[in-house]
């Protein structure tokens, strides 16, 4: 890594991890299964994607940053 890395702040509210500088959390309070559902389904138009696809045809899925983890599974 070169000298002038930066590294995210982080800081833990009620055990949730919070970036103060985007005023946001890292990943859903309430729900982790509906932030991936938002995040992963509906934003991507995931559900017509796979509607549309033809007899045969592939889709693939990729998925480069693993975070917490809180979505896995």
Known sequence: MS???QYAEIEWLNG???S???NDFYCS???GQ???KYVFIEH???IDKIKSLKENSHFTI???GFGAASNFL
């Open 3 to 5: 000298a002038d890395t």
């Open 16 to 18: 949730v991890p919070f």
């Open 20 to 22: 103060p500088m985007f």
């Open 29 to 31: 309070c309430e729900s």
């Open 34 to 36: 509906e932030e991936s």
């Open 44 to 46: 991507s138009q995931f």
């Open 62 to 64: 990729a998925e480069a």
